[in-house]
């Protein structure tokens, strides 16, 4: 809500106070009325105490099917969101951490953990985000979160992770 609509709230608020007095003779004497404060509109951006609130900007892990480097469908929203944080706030920054399972040559995985987080980047450019804002690092498979050699084990290892550097 901008200035002018405010000072235009307040006054309104102000000639209906005293419209009301006239027609209570004694009463409005003894009553005390308290000033009238609203709080500031949201004007729907986010702040970095949304980080850890917001529902969708707390999903900060973006997972990928095997020996692919193309983003999901179901991963979409969370780009929107991310996005909107990055354009939204300016001066935040994010890397983006591909990550590949164990399988494949050191090599070949640190390209596609590569490949995964240019594709979210990508993603959140697409979106509203700024190149700017963003850097991609792959570790391959050097930082699993699982070191079982399952499938269900190899699935969590294939993903992005958004860390912001900046909020």
Same mark, same amino acid.
Request: charged fraction near 25%.
């Given at each position: ?10 006054? #309104? ?7 009301? #007095? ?19 509109? #949201? +004007? !729907?951006?986010?702040?970095? =105490?949304?980080? +850890? ?5 707390? $999903? %900060? ?5 095997? +020996? ?29 951490? !591909?990550? =590949? ?13 590569? %490949? %995964? ?7 959140? $450019?697409?979106?509203?985000?700024? =190149? !700017? ?12 979160? /699982?070191? +079982?050699?399952?499938? #269900? /084990? ?14």
């Amino acid at each position: 809500m901008n200035t002018t609509t405010r000072v235009l709230l307040a006054a #309104s608020i102000v000639v209906a106070l005293a419209a009301c #007095s006239k027609k209570v003779k004694e009463e409005v004497d003894t009553v005390t009325t308290a000033p009238v404060t609203t709080a500031p509109a #949201s +004007d !729907g951006r986010y702040t970095p =105490a949304d980080l +850890d609130t917001d529902a969708c900007l707390r $999903q %900060r892990t973006v997972y990928f099917d095997f +020996d692919q480097d193309t983003l999901r469908p179901e991963f979409q929203a969370i780009m929107a969101c991310h996005a909107k944080y990055l354009s939204d706030r300016p001066e935040s920054r994010m890397t983006l951490e !591909g990550n =590949a399972d164990e399988r494949g040559t050191r090599e070949y995985n640190l390209g596609l953990g590569e %490949r %995964r987080g240019n594709a979210v980047s990508g993603a959140l $450019q697409g979106a509203g985000g700024s =190149a !700017g804002q963003i850097t991609v690092v792959s570790y391959g498979e050097e930082r699993p979160v /699982c070191t +079982d050699s399952a499938e #269900s /084990c190899w699935q969590r290892n294939r993903r992005v992770e958004i860390v912001y550097t900046a909020k």
